[in-house]
């Protein structure tokens, strides 16, 4: 029963991840977009770059000729559907996966 209890809790402490993987789409709120392709990424500016990848975490710097180039991005996945984005160590922003629109 202890081990049990023990299971239980290590899988509802903070910080668990449920997530399967980073790699796919994140939007912001602020309509941002960024695509992981294992150890490649489309950054916000539409340029691909390399980038430093785990299965739930990525960090890579903006690439030369985009916006913000040379602001190093850490994204941290927490579950399968949200994300923390930050920039040059500034507050985390929540990202979620990018969802199709249709008409």
Do not use: N
Not at 13 to 21: K, R, S, V, Y
Not at 76 to 96: H, I, K, M, Y
């Amino acid at each position: 029963m202890l081990k049990r209890s023990l299971m239980v809790c290590a899988l509802l402490a903070p910080g668990t991840l449920a997530a399967d993987e980073i790699s796919g789409d994140w939007c912001a709120p602020d309509g941002q977009m960024l695509t992981i392709k294992g150890s490649r990424v489309v950054a916000p500016s539409g340029i691909e770059t390399d980038g430093q990848y785990s299965r739930h975490r990525y960090q890579f710097v903006m690439p030369e000729g985009g916006h913000d180039a040379g602001v190093t991005v850490v994204i941290r996945q927490l579950s399968e559907e949200e994300a923390l984005v930050s920039f040059d160590e500034g507050a985390p922003v929540s990202w979620t996966r990018c969802r199709d629109v249709t008409s």
